[in-house]
Structure formats: structure tokens, C-alpha cells
């Protein structure tokens, strides 16, 4: 498609989908080979440096560190997604409450998403964690609720701002009904700021994920999580400062490749910014 | 006020957007600057003020009065705009700060160039309102914009241009986004003013025939050069460039002229 | 292009009595709630249109003037069954004999195949994310017209004067006169009866008003057009129209051949609005 084309094109669409690209293959390969078992803790083998054998290195208990990472990035990819999957259902049904209802509804929807809007995710997260119990479950509820009620509101003004452009009416007139229209013109203009926000979603998941985990809310013991593992490393910071980079840079890498892309994408969908169009000959009447 | 502009280069990008031109307005003269879009007439507009974007780089002469503007500091330019020069801009919605009310905005050249204290400039504000004939002035400065209607907005923004007495009035397309019976008493305004005060006045349009109720003598620019200069009627009359007969016969096309 | 005059208009302005109506408004009123101050009190109700009465005959040009907020654009979607949502009102508007009634777009779809609108802004009337040629198509497509869409809109494109390859380009690429051209292939392009414009040339540049004016001639002599248009451009309508109605506050206030009314307006508000038209003549010293 044009829009992968155009995404690629450009290094700040092209570096974070390569990245993330890479964070997914790693998912999936890891599902099946990591290069040692992530969890065998080998006593005589701890705090490794760099070799062959543990390119990463090794942790407190002896654990393969690339193994552990990679085998942590499936946790990343199965919580970002199923919290971009809640967001998305939740967003676009306020969304659609708050602008195509019935006036009341119209009106209860929007003081509702105004209230929730103003509730911190991470540490609804937290609330939800201590009352719950911690989980990834409750990490994927959080987030996308969270920015469920982000993505309605944003996309309630969205779809009011299409729906009321010229360029709907004119479809009108020329036969379109409410579905032709939602789907010709309505969708694809509303959609690409809802990109963004879906990537933003993404990318506070994988840090409230690790986040949680950190503090021994998110994943169980288990679980291969990142911020498990910085949770894991995190008393003998002073005396082997490195092997904590691994995880830390995933996180970060992901986390901040999520917040470019969704730019990106938006940007890429948008034919006024093509980088390969040009002005028509100025032959024809002005 | 008299301005001078001579031989006006302006380049960006390597472009020539205006490749010299030539204004000249005589004290109390009114003065339009006509042509297609694109053709320069804003550009001039904004180097007198010295607001051109960023990376442009002018060359040649604008005298206000004989003082010569082109190169001044910036310092020297903010203290000319809004106290000698007045502007008026085309579109009266993003013209005015839909959060500050509309008598302060007007009281604002005054308060600026430190030539009143409070009280006197909402005197002045107040007044300049009803010269402008907005209804219920003393009211009405207390109004935000989103509550006037589009041609009270650009009586504001008239007011505001106007309330120093400035000896130079700038309007740039200013009835262009009006209907056509707030356009004629804007204009039958502009007409006035501009002999009340004794200002002079450069006004800029595309369309001939608002430029025929307020102008006197015409400049008209095509593609960044003057290619025509005559007064009103002889223009109308016979115009000796191909864009003003363009100009002219579009004006005519386009208008209706009362038997 | 001022050729040899048109025999549907007589030089006088007069449209031949013996042509049959095509559109037909009776009793046409619209009301709008406008936002209420206090949380339990209905808000205050604008009337936009009052009561009008509204005859367009086959071939004639007729022109609908007025003052910002006089209502002529409201009682023009009126007309079209093209209303807001919030607009409330009764009245009866007919089609060469068939009713419109206001409902879902299959129901209209005869109305809208032999119809079409060209709105105000050239910028705001085409979707930025489509290209020229499925925008022109939209009509062809929301009625399911049979027969070659790709031929159909290079061929109309080449009508309005734009490059047979403006079809494969974005509209941001195209200027506002091109733009409003493009427009005007769009209501044209299902061959239909009526052509509706709402201010169509008010946001040109006055050089590029006439080219689109002289279209807007030539597209009514070539495929035999009724031409319906809003505006507030006294001016323009001597060059445009066969008839006048002048509206004012929503109510029809005067109405004639445009010689007459523009030479000898009889109401005050007619009146106005002639004597506030600029023209070429200079007005007097002072």
C-alpha cells in the first residue's frame, strides 16, 4: 500500500517500524526457541559478563538474559495489543455515543468521558492491582479503559468535525447514505488521529506493564516480563550497574518506537504530505 | 503621511517574489494596489512593515515620510507599526484574540506606545468604536469577538487601526470575507476616515470595482512588477496593460453597473 | 463568452412563461434551538425561514439574494432536502410533479440523480484524502449508475476545462478556481436537470469569478441546465440569473425578472442591497 510506502520512506517512520518490527519476530520466534531456557537458573553461572554462550550476559540467578528478553518480548506484544484492542472498542463506541445518539445520551456520554478522562491510567492501574491482585489482566483492562475514554473523546470531535464538513454534505447530495458516508469520507479522515492515540495507548501499556511488574503488581513470578526483570536486578544496581541496559533499553526502544510510529503513520496517511507528488502544469485556467 | 517605496526587492529561496517595485503615496493620498492573487500586493504590504517571513531578504527603499524603514532594527519598526502605520487585515475572525475582550483589543496600540493610561484608552477605545459605527459602544467594548458578527469584527479591527491616529493606513483585502452590504458601509467608512484624520491610505484588493469606491489613483502589480500606474478613471477607462484590461474586464463581468 | 443570446432567456430577463416548473416550494419554514443558557430550559428558537414560496421553471436561471443571516442558505437545503439535524420545519417541496419527502437516502436517490450542488469553499468541499477523479465519481457511485465511471468523469473534466490527468491528482494540488471546477464536475457529472450553487463564486479571486462564471454559462446552454443560486453578490446576478428573490430575516420580499428589480427595486431591502453593490462608477469627491 501507498501508506506503508510512504511510512517507510521517511527515517522517522522507517527507524521505530524496524525496531518494532524486530520486538515482534522476537515474540514469535521466542514462542517456540530462545537460545537457553529463560528461566533455568544456573547457580555457577551468575552474574556472567558477555560471551558466546550469554551474549547478554547472566543474571542474579544464573538466567540467560537474551533468552529472558526475548522470551519477555511476547509479554509486551500480547499486553500492547490486547490493550489497543480494549481501547479501540471502548474509544469507538464513546465515539459513536457521544456523536451519532440521542441527545441525552449525547450529553451523558460526554460528562462521562470528561470525568474519566481525568483519571491518571497508571495509577488506576495501581488501584485496580491492589484491589484485584496483580496481573497482566488487570495491566490490559487499566490501559485500555484509560485510553478507551482518551481515543472516545478524541474521536467524538473527529467524527463532529468531518461530519459537519462540506465535503459530507456534498456526498449527501449526490446519494450517499449514513453508512456510504461513514465509510467514504467519514472513516478515513477521522481515523488517522485515532492512529495516533491507539499508538499511544500501545506505548503506555508496555510501560505501565513494566512498570507494574516492577513493583510486583503487573506479572506473576512466571510470566517473562521486562520490568520484571529490572525488578529482579534492581538491588545489585551498585555492583553490576550493566546488565540492567538489556531490559531498560527494550523498554525504552519500544516505548518510545510506539510513540513515533503513531505519528508517523498519521503523517504517512496524509496525501497533502506525500513526498512524491508535484504541482500539476499551470496549463490548464486557473 | 507620505511613503516612498523604491525600486522594493524582496527574495526567498532564491526566488524574486517582488522585483522593484515602485509606490508612491502623497500626503492624504488613497492609493489601491491591485492584481491576481499571488502577484505581490500582500507581500508589499507586509515589507512596509517590515513583517516579511522568515528568511526573506529585502532590498531597495521605504521611506515613511523620508525616514527610511528598510533596515531598521526591529526595536525601531515596532515603535512605527500601530503608532504611524495602521493595518487592517482581511479576515476578521483570526484577526482578533477570541479570548481578550474587543475594547481592550482596540485600546491595545494606545497602551503599547505608552500614549495613554487606562482610563483614557478605553475613553479612546469607546470613541473610536462609534466612529466606526458599532452599535452601543460603551457596551460593546466589553464584548468578546465570538459575539459580534463578522462585519462588527472588522469594524474592530478598522477601530483598532485607527485609534492612534496613525499618518499611514495599511489595508490589506479588508472587505474581501464581507457580504455586500457590510462590504458598502465599510468602505463608505474607509472613505471617511481617511479624510477625518488625514491619513493616507494603501489599499489592497483583487477586485476593481471596491477599489473604484475608495482609491484615487491605482498601482497595478502582476507576477511581483508594476506593470500599470493611472488614476481610477483612466484605468476603468482604458487600461493599457494586459492584466488590468484582464482585471477590468473581469471587474465588469463579474459587477453590474447602475444605468 | 457572450455569444449569441440564449432563446430559453429572452434579452429582457424574462423567463418564457410556458415553461413547465420543475421545482415547486409551498409553505417551506425552518426553526433552529439554539443552545440553552439554563440547564432545564429549552433554548431560545431561531426562525431562519418563514413561510416561503418558491417557483423555478425548467430552463430558467434563478437567483436567491440576501444578507448574511438572511436565510438563504437554510431554506436552499430546505429545498434539498439537505437540512442540518438540528433544523426543524414543515413545508412541501415538489419535483417535476413527485414529492420530496425527507428520509432515508434510497428514497431520495431519484431526487439526488437529477440534482446536483456546488457549495461555497473550494477548500472545504472536496475530501482532502481522495483523489479528483473517485471525487468527480461520487455521484456515479452513490446512485449506481450504470455505464464506463472512468469515462464519464474524463469526459466532464475535459468539459470544465481541467487535464484528462486531474483525475489520478489530489485536490490540495489544485488551485481554488481549479477546485471550484472540479466541484462543478461533481454536480454534473449524472447529467442532471437542476444545478444548485451555494455562493459558488464568492470565494474566488474576481479574474478567476468570471472564467468560472463564463462556465457556469456554457455548462447551462450545453446540457440544457436549471440553475438555482444563493448569493449575496447583487453584482453577479445580472450576469447569472433570469429571476430574483430577495430574502430577508427568512422571508421572501420581493421577487421579479432580474432587469426589473435591479433597475427599479420596489422594497427597501431590495433597495439596500442595490445601492450597496460596488461598481465601476467612481463615486463622487469626498
Same mark, same amino acid.
Request: no cysteine.
Given at each position: 500500500m501507498t501508506v506503508l510506502r510512504e511510512l517507510l520512506r521517511r527515517p522517522r517512520g522507517a527507524v521505530p517500524a524496524a525496531w518494532l518490527a524486530l520486538v515482534a519476530l522476537a515474540a514469535l520466534v521466542s514462542r517456540w526457541w530462545t537460545p537457553q531456557d529463560p528461566f533455568r537458573a544456573d547457580p555457577y553461572q551468575q552474574w556472567q559478563g558477555p560471551s558466546v554462550a550469554h551474549p547478554f550476559g547472566t543474571d542474579a540467578v544464573g538466567r540467560d538474559v537474551l533468552s529472558y528478553v526475548l522470551a519477555a518480548s511476547g509479554t509486551t506484544v500480547v499486553v500492547a495489543v490486547a490493550s489497543a484492542a480494549v481501547a479501540v472498542v471502548v474509544g469507538v463506541l464513546l465515539a459513536a455515543l457521544g456523536s451519532l445518539a440521542r441527545r441525552w445520551v449525547r450529553e451523558v456520554t460526554v460528562v462521562l468521558v470528561d470525568v474519566l478522562v481525568a483519571f491518571p491510567t497508571i495509577l488506576v492501574a495501581m488501584a485496580l492491582a491492589a484491589v484485584f491482585g496483580g496481573s497482566l489482566g488487570v495491566v490490559v483492562v487499566a490501559v485500555g479503559v484509560g485510553y478507551g475514554v482518551a481515543i472516545g473523546r478524541v474521536g467524538r470531535g473527529e467524527l463532529r468535525r468531518v461530519a459537519t464538513s462540506d465535503y459530507v454534505l456534498a456526498g449527501r447530495a449526490a446519494g450517499l447514505g449514513a453508512w456510504g458516508s461513514l465509510r467514504r469520507h467519514v472513516l478515513p479522515n477521522a481515523a488517522p488521529v485515532l492512529v495516533v492515540q491507539v499508538s499511544l495507548a500501545m506505548a503506555t501499556s508496555v510501560l505501565a506493564e513494566a512498570g507494574l511488574s516492577f513493583l510486583g503488581y503487573g506479572a506473576s513470578a512466571a510470566t517473562p516480563s521486562w520490568g520484571r526483570l529490572l525488578s529482579d536486578l534492581q538491588p545489585f544496581l551498585a555492583v553490576h550497574p550493566w546488565t540492567v541496559a538489556w531490559p531498560g533499553l527494550a523498554i525504552t526502544l519500544t516505548v518510545l518506537s510506539l510513540n513515533l510510529l503513531g505519528d508517523a503513520l498519521r503523517d504517512a496517511a496524509d496525501p497533502r504530505l506525500r513526498t512524491s507528488g508535484r504541482r500539476p502544469a499551470e496549463r490548464t485556467a486557473p | 503621511m507620505t511613503l516612498d517605496v523604491t525600486d522594493l526587492v524582496v527574495e526567498l529561496d532564491g526566488r524574486r517574489l517582488l522585483d522593484g517595485v515602485d509606490l508612491h503615496v502623497p500626503d492624504g493620498g488613497r492609493v489601491g494596489l491591485v492584481g491576481a492573487s499571488g502577484s505581490g500586493k500582500s507581500l508589499t504590504v507586509l515589507a512596509v512593515l517590515g513583517l516579511l517571513p522568515e528568511g526573506a531578504v529585502a532590498r531597495g527603499s521605504v521611506r515613511l515620510d523620508g525616514r527610511e524603514l528598510l533596515g531598521l532594527p526591529e526595536r525601531e519598526l515596532a515603535r512605527v507599526r500601530g503608532r504611524l502605520v495602521g493595518t487592517v487585515f482581511q479576515d476578521p475572525r483570526s484577526a482578533l484574540d477570541p479570548v481578550q475582550r474587543v475594547g481592550r483589543q482596540i485600546a491595545e496600540p494606545l497602551r503599547l506606545h505608552r500614549l495613554a493610561g487606562?482610563?483614557?484608552?478605553?475613553?479612546?477605545?469607546?470613541?473610536?468604536?462609534?466612529?466606526?459605527?458599532?452599535?452601543?459602544?460603551?457596551?460593546?467594548?466589553?464584548?468578546?469577538?465570538?459575539?459580534?458578527?463578522?462585519?462588527?469584527?472588522?469594524?474592530?479591527?478598522?477601530?483598532?487601526?485607527?485609534?492612534?491616529?496613525?499618518?499611514?493606513?495599511?489595508?490589506?483585502?479588508?472587505?474581501?470575507?464581507?457580504?455586500?452590504?457590510?462590504?458598502? &458601509?465599510?468602505?463608505?467608512?474607509?472613505?471617511?476616515?481617511?479624510?477625518?484624520?488625514?491619513? &493616507?491610505?494603501?489599499?489592497?484588493?483583487?477586485?476593481?470595482?471596491?477599489?473604484?469606491?475608495?482609491?484615487?489613483?491605482?498601482?497595478?502589480?502582476?507576477?511581483?512588477?508594476?506593470?500599470?500606474?493611472?488614476?481610477?478613471?483612466?484605468?476603468?477607462? &482604458?487600461?493599457?496593460?494586459?492584466?488590468?484590461?484582464?482585471l477590468v474586464a473581469a471587474a465588469r463581468a463579474t459587477t453590474w453597473s447602475a444605468p | 463568452m457572450s455569444a449569441a443570446p440564449d432563446p430559453r432567456t429572452p434579452a429582457d430577463g424574462t423567463a418564457p412563461a410556458t415553461a413547465a416548473p420543475l421545482l415547486v416550494a409551498r409553505g417551506v419554514d425552518r426553526t433552529f434551538r439554539l443552545p440553552r443558557s439554563a440547564p432545564f430550559s429549552p433554548g431560545p428558537v431561531r426562525h431562519a425561514v418563514v413561510d416561503v414560496d418558491l417557483d423555478v421553471r425548467r430552463g430558467e436561471s434563478v437567483a436567491l439574494i440576501g444578507g448574511s443571516g438572511s436565510g438563504k442558505s437554510t431554506l436552499?437545503?430546505?429545498?434539498?432536502?439537505?437540512?442540518?439535524?438540528?433544523?426543524?420545519?414543515?413545508?412541501?417541496?415538489? #419535483?417535476? +410533479?413527485?414529492?420530496?419527502?425527507?428520509?432515508?437516502?434510497?428514497?431520495?436517490?431519484? #431526487?439526488?440523480?437529477?440534482?446536483?450542488?456546488? *457549495?461555497?469553499? $473550494?477548500?472545504?468541499?472536496? %475530501?482532502?484524502?481522495?483523489?479528483?477523479?473517485?471525487?468527480?465519481? =461520487?455521484?456515479? =457511485?452513490?446512485?449506481?449508475? $450504470?455505464?464506463?465511471?472512468?469515462?464519464?468523469?474524463?469526459?466532464?473534466?475535459?468539459? /470544465?476545462?481541467?487535464?484528462?490527468?486531474?483525475?489520478?491528482?489530489?485536490?490540495? !494540488? #489544485?488551485? +481554488?478556481?481549479?477546485?471550484?471546477?472540479?466541484?462543478?464536475?461533481?454536480?454534473?457529472?449524472? @447529467?442532471? %436537470?437542476?444545478?444548485?450553487?451555494? =455562493?459558488?463564486?464568492?470565494?474566488? %479571486?474576481?479574474?478567476?469569478?468570471? !472564467?468560472?462564471?463564463?462556465? *457556469?454559462? =456554457?455548462?447551462?446552454?450545453?446540457?440544457?441546465?436549471?440553475?438555482?443560486?444563493?448569493?449575496? %453578490? /447583487?453584482?453577479? /446576478?445580472?450576469?447569472?440569473?433570469?429571476? /430574483?428573490?430577495?430574502?430577508?430575516?427568512?422571508?421572501?420580499?420581493?421577487? +421579479?425578472?432580474? @432587469?426589473?428589480? *435591479?433597475?427599479?427595486?420596489?422594497?427597501?431591502?431590495?433597495?439596500?442591497?442595490?445601492?450597496?453593490? $460596488?461598481?465601476?462608477?467612481?463615486?463622487?469627491?469626498?
Open positions: - | 487606562r482610563a483614557e484608552a478605553r475613553r479612546r477605545a469607546v470613541e473610536a468604536a462609534r466612529e466606526v459605527d458599532l452599535p452601543d459602544p460603551g457596551t460593546l467594548v466589553d464584548a468578546y469577538p465570538h459575539q459580534l458578527s463578522g462585519g462588527q469584527r472588522q469594524r474592530v479591527g478598522i477601530a483598532t487601526a485607527l485609534v492612534t491616529r496613525p499618518g499611514l493606513v495599511l489595508a490589506d483585502e479588508p472587505t474581501t470575507a464581507l457580504d455586500v452590504t457590510t462590504q458598502a &458601509s465599510v468602505l463608505a467608512l474607509f472613505r471617511r476616515l481617511v479624510t477625518d484624520h488625514g491619513s &493616507s491610505l494603501v489599499f489592497v484588493t483583487h477586485d476593481l470595482a471596491v477599489l473604484a469606491q475608495v482609491a484615487t489613483d491605482v498601482v497595478v502589480l502582476a507576477h511581483g512588477r508594476v506593470v500599470e500606474r493611472a488614476t481610477v478613471p483612466d484605468l476603468l477607462r &482604458s487600461p493599457a496593460s494586459a492584466e488590468a484590461r484582464e | 436552499v437545503r430546505a429545498l434539498l432536502a439537505l437540512d442540518a439535524p438540528s433544523a426543524r420545519g414543515r413545508g412541501t417541496v415538489t #419535483f417535476d +410533479g413527485r414529492e420530496v419527502r425527507d428520509g432515508r437516502a434510497a428514497r431520495l436517490r431519484w #431526487f439526488r440523480r437529477r440534482t446536483g450542488v456546488v *457549495l461555497q469553499d $473550494p477548500y472545504a468541499s472536496l %475530501d482532502p484524502r481522495q483523489r479528483v477523479g473517485r471525487i468527480v465519481a =461520487e455521484p456515479l =457511485e452513490a446512485l449506481r449508475l $450504470p455505464g464506463d465511471h472512468r469515462a464519464l468523469v474524463a469526459d466532464v473534466l475535459a468539459r /470544465v476545462g481541467l487535464e484528462p490527468d486531474a483525475a489520478d491528482r489530489w485536490p490540495h !494540488q #489544485f488551485s +481554488g478556481g481549479q477546485r471550484q471546477r472540479v466541484a462543478l464536475a461533481r454536480a454534473v457529472v449524472h @447529467g442532471p %436537470d437542476l444545478l444548485v450553487g451555494d =455562493e459558488p463564486l464568492s470565494a474566488l %479571486d474576481v479574474a478567476v469569478r468570471a !472564467q468560472v462564471l463564463d462556465l *457556469l454559462r =456554457e455548462l447551462r446552454r450545453d446540457l440544457g441546465l436549471t440553475l438555482l443560486t444563493v448569493t449575496h %453578490d /447583487v453584482g453577479l /446576478v445580472s450576469h447569472l440569473a433570469d429571476t /430574483v428573490v430577495v430574502l430577508d430575516a427568512g422571508r421572501v420580499v420581493e421577487r +421579479g425578472p432580474v @432587469g426589473r428589480v *435591479l433597475r427599479a427595486p420596489e422594497h427597501p431591502v431590495t433597495r439596500a442591497l442595490v445601492a450597496a453593490v $460596488p461598481t465601476l462608477d467612481v463615486p463622487p469627491a469626498g
